[in-house]
């Protein structure tokens, strides 16, 4: 039996988690996450915002990036980014170059042994992901392809909504 709304306006739909999209995505994620995680916390230490930032800077090594172009691209928040960056460069995996332009702004880029992390681990995390996706048909994959990309579009679309109206 739904629960009456407390404002007065009917009764109110109950929440089952079990079949909440967001919850299930973020369980899906959490459970991926985690087992790739294994592998870079027992070679390296590094947590999942640190591997998120290695992997960031070492898809494009020749481009380095500010922290704020990090955060756009983990869709982690600055405080997440600041600390993983801290961590990295106390571990000697990337290094800071201040902006000779904008003296407020410095580039990130990996360091010789954070390259060495990010060729070590990045192909242990698609052999993962190939072993998890080998277990779908390629229609299947191909379909969870598309959704997702969606749902990424129509989320985004939906929080720049938020934002201009809020």
Do not use: F
């Amino acid at each position: 039996m739904n629960d009456p709304d407390p404002e007065g306006a009917g009764p109110a739909q109950r929440l089952d988690l079990a079949a909440y999209l967001p919850y299930r995505l973020s369980i899906l994620s959490n459970t991926v996450s985690g087992a790739i995680a294994a592998i870079y916390e027992t070679r390296y230490g590094l947590s999942v915002a640190d591997w998120r930032i290695v992997a960031i800077l070492g898809m494009e090594p020749e481009m380095p990036l500010t922290q704020k172009a990090l955060c756009a691209r983990t869709r982690m928040d600055k405080v997440q980014v600041s600390r993983a960056v801290k961590r990295l460069l106390d571990l000697g995996h990337i290094e800071r170059e201040v902006d000779s332009a904008d003296r407020r702004s410095a580039h990130l880029r990996l360091t010789g042994p954070g390259r060495a992390v990010y060729d070590d681990v990045a192909p242990a995390t698609l052999a993962w992901e190939r072993d998890l996706l080998s277990r779908l048909t390629l229609a299947e994959a191909a379909i969870l392809d598309t959704v997702i990309a969606r749902l990424q579009q129509v989320a985004d679309e939906m929080a720049r909504a938020r934002q201009t109206s809020g």
